[in-house]
């Protein structure tokens, strides 16, 4: 009778099993996000329905590619959209870009407001709530500085807004680097490869999500689920607001085109303070699932059976076949989102152990740091039965 196996074995042979999974998502998280950008491609936006629109730009700095990026938004092929640019501090630099944008486009309405008034711990939201007056469509297009969009942009929101049963409609977004310096490229590697696929695949799966690259509601709906004034209190004002506008009833429409935001960060330590505070973000709201997407990390878990076993064949040869299937996946997935260094293809096992790193940093405190400030994170209750805001 043989007796049973040594433990190291059983640990792994289940570490290379959760890898298998993961390299599972990875698959379905890319033809999910093929089809999507196949589909943007093929759409015809030949919509009756065109909406004025108040595209919400609030500013902090002159940050990597701002320019490039409000650029983007003031080249819209559509017919009536104001932007609304707000800052903080008359020496914002921010400032600056904003008058050269209107010196290249005479015939837009650019409004710029310039309030430190403060409503709340999120300064984000206090900037948007002292912009909000000087909006005068009924359309609100809520959108992060750092984003870039294509000129249709503003036709795939009017379609996504106008559906019925709509509450709020947000874009998909993926990484866009100011630079090849790796820690941009390892963000924008965390972002592209692991949690663009994820979203696209808990969608599928049934779950709604609002993302704060882009959120699109109408005044109506914004005063139901009680104004800006609701997400103050809140760090992660998009979630928030996604779980308010759930609780009513509406949907979290998709968007049928892609955005991309500015990876910036300039030095590693950058990027960990960045991805901490997501990752106690993510986690204060969803908890069970933050832990569930460890299996987003396969290279991690076909790594421990080298350490587990190191005088055994097979954890090395799997290893290295699953970085070649990894590979192929994160391949495809930067062509499909215009990407095209190779660096990040070589790194995915670091890439996968940082990530690791940043979910146990994630699990072991509350406090985040954004543009110069600190603020605890908390989890997030909204309850139905309470009038929003309360």
């Not at 699109?216 to 992660?236: D, K, M, Q, S, Y």
């Not at 055994?312 to 290893?319: G, I, S």
Request: contains cysteine.
């Amino acid at each position: 009778m043989t007796g049973l196996p040594p433990l190291s074995h059983v640990l792994a042979l289940v570490s290379a099993a959760a890898g298998v999974a993961g390299l599972v998502q990875a698959a379905l998280g890319t033809w999910l996000v093929a089809r999507f950008c196949r589909n943007e491609e093929r759409t015809s936006l030949t919509e009756s329905v065109l909406p004025a629109f108040s595209i919400l730009k609030p500013l902090h700095g002159d940050e990597p590619l701002l320019e490039e990026a409000l650029e983007s938004c003031c080249t819209q092929d559509y017919p009536d959209f104001e932007i609304i640019f707000g800052v903080q501090h008359a020496a914002d630099p921010a400032i600056a870009v904003v008058e050269r944008l209107r010196e290249r486009h005479p015939d837009l309405v650019l409004r710029l407001v310039v309030s430190g008034e403060q409503h709340g711990v999120n300064r984000k939201v206090s900037n948007l709530i002292n912009m909000l007056p000087a909006a005068s469509s009924d359309h609100f297009v809520i959108s992060d500085s750092d984003i870039h969009v294509r000129p249709d942009y503003l036709r795939h929101l009017a379609r996504a807004v106008t559906r019925p049963g709509t509450g709020v409609a947000t874009t998909l977004y993926a990484g866009l680097p100011a630079s090849g310096s790796l820690p941009r490229l390892l963000s924008a590697c965390q972002i592209n490869h692991n949690f663009l696929p994820g979203v696209l695949l808990s969608r599928y799966l049934g779950r709604q999500d609002c993302l704060g690259a882009t959120m699109v509601i109408t005044r109506e709906n914004l005063a139901a689920v009680g104004g800006l004034e609701a997400l103050a209190p809140h760090v992660a004002d998009d979630a928030v607001l996604g779980r308010l506008v759930r609780a009513r009833g509406g949907d979290i429409t998709i968007a049928g085109c892609m955005t991309w935001t500015t990876i910036g960060e300039r030095t590693m330590g950058d990027l960990l303070s960045h991805e901490l505070r997501w990752g106690r973000t993510v986690r204060s709201l969803a908890p069970g699932g933050y832990l569930a997407s460890a299996i987003q990390l396969p290279m991690l878990w076909f790594t421990l059976p080298v350490l587990l076993q190191p005088h055994a064949v097979w954890p090395l040869r799997v290893f290295f076949l699953a970085w070649v299937l990894r590979a192929v996946c994160a391949f495809a997935m930067d062509r499909c989102v215009g990407q095209r260094s190779f660096i990040p293809l070589v790194l995915l096992p670091f890439r996968d152990w940082l990530s690791a790193c940043v979910m146990i940093g994630s699990l072991t405190g509350s406090r985040v740091a954004w543009r110069g400030h600190t603020m605890h994170v908390a989890p997030h209750e909204i309850n139905p039965s309470l009038p929003a805001g309360d």
